[in-house]
C-alpha cells in the first residue's frame, strides 16, 4: 500500500514538473528553445526506439544528432525525411545487403519529430497547444471513462484499453481541442480536425504499445520517474502531430 501511495506522489510530482516545463517553453516560445528541447525529447526516444528495435550500433546517434542539427536550419525539416529514405536505398542498393533495423530509428520516431518541429515552424506555439489539448484531453478522457463504464476490449495489442474509454476520450479531446482550434479555422472544422489527431494518437499510443510487446517490455525506459520512458509519454503527439500538421497544410 505504501509503496503504491509513493509511486503515485512520484507520478504526480514528475508529471507536474512536466506540465511546467512545457509552461515555460510556451511562454518563452522562441525557435531554437523549442527545437533544443525538441531534440533532447527526440534522443531520449531514438535511444529507446533503438532498444525496442534491437538496434546495436552506436554510430546512428552521430547520424540522428546531425539531422536535428540539419533540420534547426533547413527551411521544410519534414522533407529530410525524403533525404533519409533516399540515403537508405542508396546503401541498400549499392551494398546489396544492409542491415535495415539500422533505419528503423530513423523512421520511429524521427519522421514525426520532424513533423513536430515542422508544425511549430509553420503554425506557431499555438498548434503545439492544440496537439496537446487533444492528446491529453485522448489520455484523460480515456483513463476516466475506461474506469468507470470501460467493458469492451479495444485491440488485443492493449489490453487495457476498451472501447468505452477510446470514445470518452475522443469526445473530450473534441470539446477541448475544438476551442483552442478556433485560433486557426471554424469551430466546426475544428471539431472535425480535434477528432482526427486524437484518433490519430489513440493509435500512435497503440503503436508504441505493439513495439514494447514485441520487444517484451513494459515500458520503452525509464527517464521520467512514475512514467516509464520519454516515447511512453509522446507517443500520440508522434502520430497526432503529423495528422495535425498536414490537415492545416491542406486547409489554412
Known sequence: MFKRLFGDQVRI???????????LIGLVDNFFLTWGTLGIVFLFSFHEAMKLFKVDNNTVYFYAVILWLIAAYYPNPDDLVFIVLIIYASLLAYRGEFDKKLFLPFLYPTVSFLFLLTLYS????MAFLWTLVVVAGSDIGAYFAGKAIGK???SPTSPNKTVEGVVGGVVTAVVLGGMV???YVSLQMALLISMLVSLASIFGDLYESYLKRQAGV???????PGHGGMLDRVDGYLFGGVVLLLLLRGIV
Open 181 to 183: 482550434g478556433t485560433y
Open 218 to 224: 513494459k515500458d520503452s525506459g525509464s527517464i521520467i
Open 152 to 154: 469492451t476490449k479495444f
Open 122 to 125: 509553420d503554425f506557431g506555439m
Open 13 to 23: 510530482i514528475s508529471g507536474l514538473a512536466l506540465i511546467g516545463g512545457v509552461i
